[in-house]
């Protein structure tokens, strides 16, 4: 069978390589993809929200199963009108008005892996997303919403100089949360997301909510709607710089499993906020069938959701698929025909696995590109390593460069956390271009 894997990222280069693994599947098409994915399948020059074509190419090629590896797809919309001039199904009275990328595929009569518009704005909308943790009971921070950059103003001037964090309320890639210590950087938070609009239109709603304290954790989970299965824990480090200093980034690096999060933990996190949040989801009228990532905060009063995803992680996705014993290809199809009952559990390696991200110069500000990459024959010669590109591309003369902020998450697993970190930045010594950087403490919460 042939799979098709939309987007560009590491977390698709390690999607594309875990899927192409699978006996059952003959040709992996990734669309766009990047120079690591062109190394275990075939790159097609279709971007992530051209869905009229990627329908057409799926078509084509006897795509058997669509996999979503990025959030923009799944909440960007096209319309009724659009979907029939393109006429890429059938036509029908009951088409919604505006289509994701999985409802235009579904319409289209074509099996694809992620959740629809309306579900994917658990993650397309903080407000949305409160709202409905609120209602269902949903261990969450307090918060207000904001439409008004002067009432949100207003509202932090009156209140008590404390600790809050201040959200835009759109998709901003994972840099629209801002963590202030007191009153005077929430001030220029809400100032910088809602006049400013310095993450464009995510920034016309504000959500300002109280600072956790705690430690963070990624519990991720497959579901159909109707069964829920539990990936193991890990951890993601967003800000830039070792210590947990400097600005939000996408992404840093993340190690699984996360120890933090113990067996007995998971069962709770399984009943107090997976199986609630798929259960108001279905009462929504907006049923969840994909990835359901929450972002959680350990308390001292227990576990509280930070905020949900609706797609693996990047960078978590990596040391998952490197710990994946079972067949990934299985696991997202029946996600996709709501079978996750009838296959067995899937099995992991014991051994933990350890992702390091490599960035260009400048990021998660302004960066250059085009740097020539030395060093990743090298790189791959580390054992259990693996080098995933996420912002790569071929030069004029075809050299792998630098195409993004966050270039390469370096991936190894090892008999401990640890090892795992010791072969991971072994292979990250052996790489090289022009203003390479990476944090150097990455999965040494795991020993606090």
């Known amino acids: 069978m042939n799979v098709l894997v939309i987007g560009n990222g590491g977390r698709e280069h390690a999607l594309a390589w875990k899927l192409s693994q699978s006996p059952r599947v003959s040709k992996v098409f990734c669309a ?22 990627l329908i057409r190419f799926a078509k084509e090629n006897d795509v058997a199963l669509t996999v979503v590896g990025p959030e923009i797809p799944l909440v960007f919309e096209m319309t009724k009108a659009e979907f029939l001039r393109e006429e890429l199904g059938p036509r029908s009275d009951q088409i919604p008005p505006v289509l994701g990328i999985v409802d235009a595929f579904t319409w289209a009569g074509l099996k694809i892996f992620g959740p629809t518009r309306a579900a994917a704005e658990l993650e397309g909308s903080k407000v949305f997303c409160k709202d409905l ?46 963590v202030c210590s007191g009153r005077v950087e929430a001030l220029d938070a809400v100032e910088r997301i809602g006049r400013q609009l310095e993450f464009g239109d995510a920034g016309k709603q504000i959500v300002i909510e109280e600072r956790l304290d705690g430690r963070e954790a990624s519990v991720l989970a497959i579901t159909d709607g109707q069964t829920i299965i539990t990936l193991p824990a890990a951890q993601d480090h967003k800000r830039a710089h070792d210590g947990d200093t400097g600005p939000n980034t996408g992404g840093m690096g993340a190690y699984s499993p996360a120890p933090l999060v113990t067996p007995e933990m ?4 399984e009943e107090h906020v997976l199986v609630p949040t798929v259960h108001a989801m279905k009462r ?70 350890v992702c390091v991200v490599m960035a260009s110069e400048g990021y998660p500000g302004k960066y250059a590109k085009g740097k020539p990459i030395r060093g990743l024959d090298e790189a791959a010669k580390v054992p259990d390593c ?63």
């Open 32 to 53: 766009p993809g990047n120079t690591g994915t062109a190394l275990v399948g075939q790159n097609v020059n279709i971007q992530a929200t051209e869905f009229a074509k």
């Open 133 to 178: 943790l609120r209602n269902a009971d949903v261990p969450t921070a307090d918060y207000r919403v904001f439409r008004s950059v002067d009432r949100a103003v207003t509202f932090l001037r009156e209140r008590e100089d404390v600790p809050v964090v201040v959200k835009a309320d759109g998709l901003a890639a994972g840099k629209g949360v801002i």
């Open 266 to 269: 998971m069962s709770w996190i």
């Open 284 to 353: 929504a009228r907006r049923p969840f069938r994909g990835v359901l990532y929450a972002g959680l905060m350990i308390t001292n009063q227990g576990p509280k959701v930070l905020e949900y995803n609706v797609r693996f992680g990047d960078p978590e996705c990596q040391p998952l698929m490197m710990r994946l014993k079972s067949d990934l290809f299985e696991l997202l199809l029946a996600t996709a025909e709501g079978k996750l009952d009838q296959i067995e559990p899937p099995v992991w390696d014991e051994r933990p696995s």
């Open 386 to 448: 693996q080098v995933f590109h996420a912002g790569t591309a071929f030069g004029p003369d075809g050299q792998v460069v630098t195409d993004g902020g966050r270039v390469l998450g370096v991936t190894a697993v090892g008999q401990s956390i640890p090892a795992a970190k010791l072969q991971a930045y072994t292979a990250v010594k052996a790489i090289r271009w022009d203003g390479a950087w990476c944090r150097k403490d990455i999965s040494d919460k795991a020993n606090s």
